[in-house]
């Protein structure tokens, strides 16, 4: 009986590791995929097909008019006017230099480089993640960096006057997004704080400003800047329009800035409060080194929406007669040379894609972080 245990025991028993078995071919790869994303279940199979409907039905026409159909050489209307609809890239092409600078001097737009050079330089430098000295760089593109735009594009110190009003453009587009976006954000901040604040009067201020702007469309802000402010002050120290608009959409934006802000310190645990006035830290510490950091983290995609939606914002400034990027394709429309069926097709196309390329860069570096900052967390 104890042999006939023993044989049981060594006959049921492995001794050695059992080999790996590939997966179903059906589980991975672009099948596995596939029925993943796509089809897995009834309501998700349907939204595929109309998905692919949709792009069925959009896809192939951009891509006659855009690249197919498209005309790629020219010096007028004669070689646009085609029966068949394609894009006139001659067009844009003549046209560039308009786009992009507006009306201003053909012979100082090398200020305009050289400012829009130091500008996306700093923002690269900040948001690459392996540049050093950041804080050194956010001193110099938070504080310096807009008082040497100012000196290079206006002029000072020996360089030509150039009025605003000869600026237009991508330049005027960045202009406003830039400075919104700068001032937006330290201001929204300083009023989801002062709406928390246990002061009375800084928390009424607070919701006051915030519902006041958030209230009111942006379109009647843009023009209330420019017909009412001049009423508000002497004539001789009226702002001009370009920076009365910069003003509007920088409130306005910093209004919407605060409650996403807010969103972020209201979602902070207590304990992170008291853990704060356990190591006793100054209220000013306690924001800046524990409150803040965590707080503005939890709200990115927030933030990047309000930035977003602010650069695609600043096309409304063309209604009040702002020479931005959409105002110069508007204009470009009226010139004889170019008037073919398709030259507004070919110019609001480009403004889209120009829109879509800079919102989209936003988007995708937002996530970038926010997988960043999740994969530092998990350590």
Known sequence: MSGDMNTIGIGFVRTEQAPTLSPPASTVGVIGWVRANLFAGPVNTLLTVVGVYIIYLIVPPLWNFFIANAVTEGKG???????????????????????????????????????ALLCFGS???????????????????FVAFPVLAYILLSGAFGLPKVATSLWGG?????????????VSLPLGILLA????????????????????????????VLFMAKTMLPLFVPEHLAPDQLLRALIGVALFSAAYMAEVVRGG?????????????ALGLSYPQKLIFIILPQALQIVIPGIVNTFIGLFKDTSLVT???????????????????WATPWTAFTGYGFAALFYFVFCFGMSRYSKFMEERLARSHKR
């Open 265 to 277: 310190l209201q979602a902070m645990p207590k304990g992170q409060y008291e853990g704060a006035d």
């Open 77 to 115: 209307r004669a070689e646009c006017l085609v029966e068949v609809p394609g894009a006139c890239y001659p067009y844009l092409l003549a046209r560039l230099q308009q786009f992009i600078y507006g009306f201003y001097p053909e012979a100082e737009r090398w200020r305009v480089n050289l400012t």
């Open 193 to 220: 704080l002062g709406r928390r604040s246990k002061l009375p009067l800084v928390k009424l201020f607070s919701v006051i400003f915030i519902e006041f702007w958030r209230g009111v469309p942006l379109i009647t």
């Open 170 to 182: 991508m330049m005027v587009t960045f202009v406003i997004s830039i400075v919104g976006i700068v």
């Open 319 to 337: 209604i009040v007669g702002i020479f931005d990027f959409l105002a110069s394709i508007q204009s470009s429309l009226t010139d004889p040379v």
């Open 123 to 141: 923002v690269a430098w900040l948001l690459i993640p392996a540049t050093p000295s950041k804080s050194w760089m956010a001193a110099f593109f």
